[in-house]
């Protein structure tokens, strides 16, 4: 969430996207081109700084992002909030003030950043624009239009069709107003388990076909975070989701792979670089088989999507 007078304060949903946009920058692509109707890839993306002066104090604003000598704005939204037109004006005229330049003529040239405000809560009280209009003294106008995308009019199919893994971490809030009031029936939290289940499998699938464990995990450990929260009045689900999920995950599950990788290349310093690597990617493919494990997945169709043998994870299930 941008900062400035009168904005409200940080959630663990604003923590999760501005880690992912912070460290996962190539995430916020799919997302930008499904909003601007653009087809940018992974290497045209430069995160700039988000900090942004002005006479009466500092302005963070969530992400912006430098594609092709274009600058996009992202904010993201977790309740909804008549006044984000107006913070939407503030935060782009303070980046649009930040890359002023002169003409010729002398002119002050001043260009806005194309803007989008993501909601990743559902709710009918959002419009499709948040809209501003802007009256000059000289009885000219204009009209200021960021577009809204919201979370919950996609749904799993078309969020992994159109790779925006962004979601993923927010897709189960659709459920978060009947679990907080505690209407849930056995049926409805075994769909929500089944639902789980499914978003877990199409995303191993998805970045398994493409050599990417590393997002795999990532992506698990936000979501475990926002399903931590969510999941703080019904102990019985959030136990069934741990189950699935492999337990609460504290922090990025590929940079504790990372560690784990860099103790093998030390060995392998010692021991030889191949025997480091092997160690490392063994416990990267443990880690991964003891979690499908989890979410009650059969062990021969483990054992051929992290290609190891069944009679050893077999072992890794036991020695749990």
Known sequence: M???????????????????????????????????????????????????????????????????????????????????????????????????????????????????????????????????????????????????????????????????????????????????????????????ISDLMDMIRKLYENCMDQAQEDLYTDIMGFTAEILDHMLKSDHRLRERMEDVMGGNILKLRSEELREVREEGMEIGLKQGRDEGLSEGRSEEKKLIALRMYNAHMDINDISAMVDAPADEIEGWIKAE
């Open 2 to 192: 941008a900062e400035n007078i009168g904005a409200p304060k940080s959630t663990i949903f604003d923590d999760v996207f501005r880690t992912i946009t912070q460290k996962l920058p190539q995430l916020i692509l799919p997302l930008i081109n499904e909003v601007f109707h653009t087809s940018y890839e992974q290497q045209d993306i430069k995160q700039l700084r988000n900090e942004h002066y002005e006479e009466f104090g500092k302005i963070i604003t969530d992400s912006i992002f430098l594609i092709r000598g274009h600058r996009y704005h992202v904010e993201c939204q977790s309740t909804a909030d008549k006044h984000m037109a107006l913070r939407m004006l503030e935060y782009d005229f303070a980046i649009a003030v930040e890359r002023a330049s002169y003409d010729e003529e002398n002119n002050v040239n001043v260009s806005f950043p194309n803007s989008c405000v993501l909601y990743i809560r559902s709710t009918k009280t959002v419009p499709e624009y948040h809209c501003a209009i802007i009256h000059f003294p000289d009885g000219n106008k204009v009209l200021y239009k960021i577009p809204v995308i919201k979370v919950s009019d996609y749904d799993l199919s078309e969020i992994f069709e159109k790779k925006l893994y962004l979601f993923i971490p927010y897709y189960l809030l659709k459920y978060e107003n009947k679990i907080k009031a505690k209407r849930l029936s056995d049926k409805e939290a075994d769909s929500i």
